[in-house]
């Protein structure tokens, strides 16, 4: 069966947006509004997997929430022709992800690397919610029957999974979804869109290390509201080796710091890193990373002023979220019922 294409994707309201989200996500939700319907959400339910202590207590989560819907605007997201809102004001997710609780089974979930990654060592004290983040993250994609789900690199085990859970619904419940008239497959099997220089931009103090929130030094990553000082000082203070920047793309093998900053470059510039190459190849890091302090603070500069405009008026981001959250609930809960009746749930 043919599937309505669909674009969803959501970022978690955690605080720190930086660069990795920026390339790696939210810059392609904007470009992927020119050719798809799409939907974009905060994710706030999957902000409290993580202890309250690292998620802030409730003041930061609602400014945090404000704050990614902020971001999204800021970038170039149209709220009017597609969607944007966040994942607590539409209950379905709550509800499929239940269902998914029973469909997916320990093994798969024992095998995700971010639980691992994020509950570390001690295991035994993660939230019930930490290990089933994944089967939530499946109900978001699934609840709106999305057909692409663009991400950086590090999502890429949850589509997966996603599409696991997708495989194992139809399966289970096939007859009962021919039955109700949905033919041969109610759920799609998503397709991941990983593509481009930046699908995994990594720290400044370490290359080997992804780009992230929770690492405890600021000038590891580039935030969204940085200014053009703070940008320019990162990027000069970048961990790099004493190499000139190769002139093919080749010599960026074993160069993690050197292929990050030329992916960063590229992602900003809308080239590839090739392109990059032809007109660096030779040049000195000094000399390149002053070419990118330009194109950063020229790219990133006005996102950080707009989202900082834009969360000084909470009420009227609220409003765009309430309004997002309306449009998402009318799709929402035409899938439950849907589900419901193919699981054997009665319903009014
Ligand atoms: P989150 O909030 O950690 O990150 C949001 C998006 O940013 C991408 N990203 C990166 N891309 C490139 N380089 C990096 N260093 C980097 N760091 C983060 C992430 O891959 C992501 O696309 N589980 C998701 C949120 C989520 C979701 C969903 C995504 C919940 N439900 C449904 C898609 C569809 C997460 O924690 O992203």
């Not at 978001?140 to 590090?154: F, K, N, Q, S, W």
Request: include cysteine.
């Amino acid at each position: 069966m043919a599937f309505k294409e669909r674009v969803f994707s959501g970022v978690q309201p955690t605080g720190n947006l930086h660069l990795g989200n920026y390339l790696g996500a939210i810059k392609r939700f904007v470009e992927l509004q020119a050719n798809y319907d799409c939907i974009y959400c905060v994710v706030d339910m999957h902000a409290i997997t993580v202890p309250l202590s690292v998620w802030g207590g409730p003041a930061e989560l609602t400014r945090n929430i404000r704050e990614v819907a902020a971001a999204f605007i800021a970038c170039g997201v149209d709220p009017k022709r597609h969607i944007v809102f966040n994942q607590s004001q539409v209950s379905g997710h709550a509800e499929l992800a239940w269902v998914f609780n029973c469909v997916a089974r320990l093994g798969w979930l024992n095998r995700m690397t971010q639980f691992k990654d994020k509950a570390g060592k001690d295991r035994e004290n993660a939230s019930v919610g930490l290990y089933a983040y994944p089967n939530l993250m499946a109900a978001d994609i699934l609840l709106y029957r999305a057909t692409h789900v663009p991400v950086g690199e590090d999502q890429k085990q949850h589509v997966e999974l996603t599409r696991d859970i997708a495989q194992k619904f139809n399966n289970d419940f096939h007859e009962s979804i021919h039955q109700h008239g949905h033919g041969e497959a109610f759920f799609p099997l998503t397709e991941p869109l990983i593509q481009g220089p930046a699908t995994r931009i990594m720290s400044f103090r370490d290359g080997t290390k992804k780009m992230s929130k929770s690492d405890p030094s600021d000038y590891s990553r580039i935030n969204l509201t940085d200014d053009a000082d703070a940008i320019a000082q990162k990027i000069r203070k970048a961990k790099t080796d004493p190499e000139p920047l190769p002139s093919e793309q080749a010599g960026l093998t074993k160069r993690p710091e050197a292929d990050n900053l030329v992916g960063i470059y590229a992602a900003l510039a809308d080239i590839t890193k090739g392109d990059v190459l032809k007109d660096f190849g030779g040049s000195q890091f000094s000399a390149f990373k002053g070419a990118l302090v330009d194109l950063a603070v020229a790219k990133l500069g006005p996102i950080g002023a707009e989202m900082k405009r834009l969360v000084r008026d909470p009420t009227a981001i609220d409003a765009v979220l309430v309004d997002g959250a309306d449009r998402a609930r009318t799709i929402a809960d035409e899938t439950m019922k849907a589900v419901k009746d193919i699981v054997g749930f009665v319903r009014r």
